[in-house]
């Protein structure tokens, strides 16, 4: 089957306001284009809860999903084939059992969730919200936690290329990790969301949030981490605001 090409005025009404996008050079918007065409062909889109999820709201998911891979490629995303996205924040129902043996039911409402073996869930109204520089983005969220499981359980530890030393990685990663705890601790507030100190998958997927929403942010409060992500993802978002 014969992959549908995004038509021209559903590209440019959707791109038009994604402030994410702001800075791409022509042939990164390019390869941007066709990755996103291939992600819509590859993956299946359903929509819960009578949700209207129609070629615009797609587009929209698709060509953010697509923004983390730009230079990495639709390889990273195998392994998985549905977003399930409803229309607003869903209530997974978990049972965990403590150290003592004690059972509690978890039924927190969630904006994303990414399984490891499974699909990538979204709310509608977070994803509506994303993109706008701001530093949040339900979309990258997700896919990092997506990229954090291609070796394994989310652990912020992703499968890295030859040129990334590990203990380079781990040390950059922990020393902000440590910080971000240290300043809660502190009851300081910090200027990244303070989600990133829960675990080291959420921070690899928080700090990937702000890589692409808030370069500058990231790169004011922990260089060293905007540095690996910049290395990993092979993109320099930074340079796209100058």
Not at 22 to 49: C, I, M, S
Request: hydrophobic share 40%.
């Amino acid at each position: 089957m014969r992959r549908a090409a995004i038509a021209q005025p559903l590209w440019d009404r959707v791109t038009a306001d994604l402030f994410i996008l702001k800075g791409l050079t022509d042939a990164e918007r390019q390869r941007l284009r066709r990755l996103t065409t291939r992600f819509l062909y590859h993956k299946k889109f359903d929509p819960v809860q009578d949700l209207e999820l129609g070629p615009e709201r797609r587009l929209f998911i698709a060509v953010q999903a697509c923004l983390p891979i730009l230079n990495l490629g639709l390889r990273w995303y195998r392994g998985w084939t549905t977003m399930i996205v409803y229309p607003g924040d869903f209530v997974p129902r978990r049972e965990e059992v403590d150290e003592a043996g004690v059972v509690h039911l978890h039924a927190d409402p969630l904006s994303g969730e990414a399984w490891r073996r499974g699909p990538v869930v979204l709310s509608w109204s977070g994803v509506a919200v994303s993109g706008r520089r701001d530093g949040y983005n339900v979309i990258i969220h997700e896919l990092a936690h997506k990229l954090d499981m291609r070796n394994g359980d989310a652990n912020g530890h992703p499968p890295l290329p030859r040129h990334i030393p590990t203990r380079e990685w781990r040390s950059a990663f922990v020393a902000a990790f440590d910080d971000m705890n240290q300043r809660l601790d502190a009851g300081e507030e910090p200027a990244i969301d303070p989600y990133a100190a829960n675990s080291p998958a959420e921070c690899f997927a928080v700090f990937s949030e702000y890589f692409f929403e808030q370069p500058q942010l990231l790169f004011a409060e922990y260089p060293r981490v905007y540095g690996q992500l910049a290395a990993f993802y092979r993109q320099a978002p930074l340079q796209r605001l100058a």
